[in-house]
């Protein structure tokens, strides 16, 4: 049985970011992919290749838009340009383009030129927007800090605390009550409180959509509020698709001496005793380890790889229970003969820079709402489209663009016996039909598509109902309590066995936080001799 220090169940970032570390401080690692292709949700495949594109077009099949990473340091302390990674700047970040009339918002890094976009547009929310910014900045300094360390008892507050006392104005003098109560608040009513136009209610509120909770959820407030980091870091688009980022890491462990294997699916973890000793795949090969670490799914690890033979029937009860929710969303990857044309704003130079909004009007959100909350598609899907062909031309060759279109609030479980496999195509038109409202020129200019319903989500990605968050976003999973509080410090009851997926703190996106927080708690209980973390 082949011998290593470390093995990384799953290649997905958090994984991959775990195990770069270990493979920096001298670990020999093995990093076993159940697909072809390693980069978990966060990789790029070659589709639609034919006589007119014989280059094909280099298509995301997870995560597109890298914001959070940017604000970890751990590109930097990975140096993962050194190994084949570049990253274009998405600038504006977003845009909203009006649904009815003329006007666009660009939301830029900057935000004096943010300020001037919304004065075009909701000039009443000028000081509006400039305020949030500032309230938000302030908090989040303290939110990243508890984002970047394993969760504790009031780790949160902890590092609340310490930025008031720092940076002395986490909380502006008499503002205290009404800051702690923004806090706990739901982001739909944070936004709704915040703004007066209702342009600018709808883009926030639908950028603060990503992160999975509905808007009513409550102490969600600071998904809304976390745009202030946008003008910290920005967003950025790795050169040649979304998997650069996780092709880099495979380059960087393979650089260090470590290995990253595909086509190794995993059956179960081996265990001894109540400690983690190697894997076996589902052909039988086994591979042994002093630590296992699993990147996948935390239900799939401890209910499937661990099983009840090593699980106490309270504890598998626990890990059964978790709230992973119903679907998040669904995504069409389109190959298309050209770019949108927004019908509110013509030849705009900079609306394809980043993420495009398409979302008409906080009702309309609601709409879609109330259609998921009874378990059916929504009959009008709000939409964020990305266009990133524009600024990347190594992703579509031949003179073509690309398109993705991700729509939310999509129930994995479906009312009336519908089933996802027989009404995928019609759920996909349905945003495509979106895009061509705003941009009629799209109207017969698709090429061909690449469709993820939730349930092609849960196939592709191992991702538990579609939930790209892995879990539920809410705030009784989050920090201490996710996945579990007996779990939420990266460690399992089973010996040597971690956890380094987003179903650990803080959760999803590409961010690179769980992975980075599982590596210091490992090389921190298994000291090398030259054991080094930034």
Request: glycine fraction near 8%.
């Amino acid at each position: 049985m082949p011998n290593f220090d470390a093995i990384v169940i799953g290649s997905g970032h958090n994984g991959l970011v775990t195990a770069c570390y270990l493979a920096r401080n001298n670990y020999k690692v093995l990093v076993l992919e159940r697909d072809s292709t390693i980069g978990g949700a966060v990789r790029t495949e070659t589709m639609f290749e034919s006589e007119e594109n014989p280059n094909g077009f280099r298509m995301d099949v997870g995560s597109s838009v890298h914001i959070m990473i940017h604000q970890t340091g751990i590109i930097e302390e990975l140096e993962l340009e050194k190994y084949g990674l570049e990253y274009i700047d998405m600038d504006p970040i977003m845009s909203y383009p009006v649904p009815t009339g003329k006007g666009v918002i660009h939301f830029w890094k900057d935000i004096e030129r943010t300020l001037e976009s919304i004065s075009k547009v909701a000039p009443e929310d000028v000081e509006n927007y400039k305020e949030f910014i500032d309230f938000w900045g302030r908090i989040n300094k303290g939110v990243l800090k508890a984002f970047m360390s394993k969760p504790a008892a009031g780790s949160l507050f902890a590092e609340l605390t310490k930025a008031q006392i720092r940076e002395g104005s986490m909380f502006k003098k008499g503002e205290q009550q009404a800051g702690l109560q923004k806090i706990l608040s739901s982001y739909g009513k944070v936004v709704d409180d915040a703004f007066e136009s209702p342009h600018m209610k709808a883009a926030i509120m639908w950028f603060a959509a990503q992160s999975g909770p509905l808007p009513d959820h409550s102490a969600t407030g600071d998904f809304a509020g976390w745009q202030s980091m946008l003008h910290e870091s920005g967003a950025k688009h790795p050169k040649g698709g979304s998997g650069m980022l996780t092709q880099a890491m495979k380059n960087m462990i393979e650089a260090h001496g470590g290995e990253v294997r595909a086509d190794h699916p995993i059956q179960k973890i081996l265990i001894e005793n109540g400690k983690a000793i190697g894997v076996q795949t589902e052909n039988g090969e086994e591979f042994s380890a002093n630590i296992i670490v699993s990147n996948a799914h935390v239900q799939t690890t401890m209910m499937k790889m661990v099983g009840r033979d090593h699980l106490d029937d309270s504890m598998f009860k626990k890990v059964e229970d978790i709230n992973v929710g119903n679907g998040f969303g669904m995504v069409i990857r389109c190959a298309v003969e050209e770019l949108p044309e927004y019908t509110a704003a013509p030849g705009d130079p900079h609306i394809h820079n980043g993420i495009q909004l398409l979302a008409p009007s906080v009702q309309y959100m609601n709409n879609a709402i109330g259609d998921y909350m009874h378990k059916l598609p929504p009959e009008k899907p709000a939409v964020l489209c990305m266009t990133f062909s524009k600024i990347d031309p190594d992703v579509a060759k031949d003179g073509k663009h690309t398109l993705f279109a991700w729509a939310q609030w999509h129930p994995y479980e479906l009312a009336n016996g519908m089933h996802w496999d027989d009404i995928r195509e019609r759920e996909a038109q349905k945003i495509y039909d979106v895009v061509t409202d705003y941009a009629p020129n799209m109207k017969g200019k698709l090429i061909d598509w690449y469709i993820q319903s939730p349930l092609d989500i849960e196939r592709k990605h191992g991702l538990l109902k579609g939930n790209v968050m892995h879990v539920e976003m809410s705030f009784d999973q989050m920090f201490m309590f996710r996945p579990i509080p007996e779990m939420s410090q990266y460690e399992t009851p089973i010996k040597n066995l971690y956890l380094a997926s987003a179903s650990c703190h803080p959760g999803g996106g590409v961010f690179g936080a769980a992975g980075h927080n599982a590596a210091r708690v490992i090389l921190k209980k298994h000291r090398k001799k030259f054991f080094s973390f930034s």
